[in-house]
């Protein structure tokens, strides 16, 4: 586990921000509009015991409901009670593939020619981005936009006088979580995602940051190699759980 995982786990939680959030019991509850998981979903990082687990459990049942959203459990290494995720499967949550995150130390490099970091969401970035989610995704996207915290970055690589791949990186003490990094199908395996993930990383080091986050899909057969090329190592495992029906 890498040092301090905790503050690890508590910046990739935070880079994507839920548009309302309610704590249960040490349970941190997140909504949004119910396209993405990390903002619609039980961040069970933490479990006081106020209430006993199967009670907690009808209670998200019935925040997410009346919200006319699905029950949705983000399963963490760290999550509080222990049995969390074997309670969830015998109540009928289905488990949906299984996640890694991953950590590097920042290392001074110079920004690629070919990238660049901008403050605000340029609109190629948003453009790329957006156009490769799904629907819900998309719709639900510009609000995260404006909830996203201060020390935020939007990096873009640009070939051929357009936006070619896009990364966001956002900062929280001296770590930054790396999010959203998409290359535009016709230029992959061309170098597109190692610029941006490069350009990451020469915005960290001049954040003063010391350590890269980011969280990827096990079976991303495309990105986790580069990422493991890169130097970034696995530190933390996560799953979803939803309630079927």
Not at 75 to 82: F, G
Not at 155 to 158: A, D, H, M, T
């Given at each position: 586990m890498v040092?301090?995982?905790f503050a690890a786990q508590l910046c990739l939680r935070d880079a994507w921000p839920s548009f309302e959030t309610a704590e249960l019991g040490g349970w941190l509850l997140r909504t949004g509009h119910g396209g993405y998981n990390r903002i619609n979903s039980v961040w069970p990082g933490r479990f006081t015991g106020e209430v006993s687990c199967d009670d907690a459990i009808d209670r998200v049942e019935a925040f997410y409901q009346a919200r006319k959203q699905t029950p949705r459990f983000q399963?963490?290494?760290?999550?509080?009670?222990?049995g969390l995720d074997q309670m969830l499967e015998q109540r009928g949550y289905l488990r949906q593939p299984e996640c890694s995150d991953m950590w590097k130390a920042v290392t001074p490099v110079a920004m690629p020619a070919d990238a660049s970091v901008a403050f605000n969401a340029p609109e190629e970035w948003v453009s790329l981005y957006a156009g490769e989610q799904s629907p819900e995704r998309a719709a639900e996207f510009p609000r995260i936009l404006e909830l996203l915290p201060g020390d935020t970055g939007f990096?873009?690589?640009?070939r051929?006088?357009?936006a070619a791949g896009v990364a966001l990186v956002g900062r929280r003490g001296t770590n930054v979580a790396i999010d959203c990094v998409v290359t535009r199908p016709e230029a992959r395996r061309s170098g597109v995602a190692r610029s941006v993930m490069t350009a990451a990383e020469a915005w960290a080091a001049t954040?003063?940051?010391s350590r890269l986050l980011l969280s990827?899909?096990?079976d991303n057969a495309a990105a986790l190699p580069l990422y493991l090329q890169l130097?970034?190592?696995k530190f933390a495992a996560y799953h979803y759980r939803y309630k079927a029906g």
């Open positions: 040092a301090d995982g399963i963490l290494d760290i999550s509080e009670p222990s990096v873009v690589c640009r051929n006088g357009r954040r003063g940051a990827v899909v096990n130097g970034y190592r």
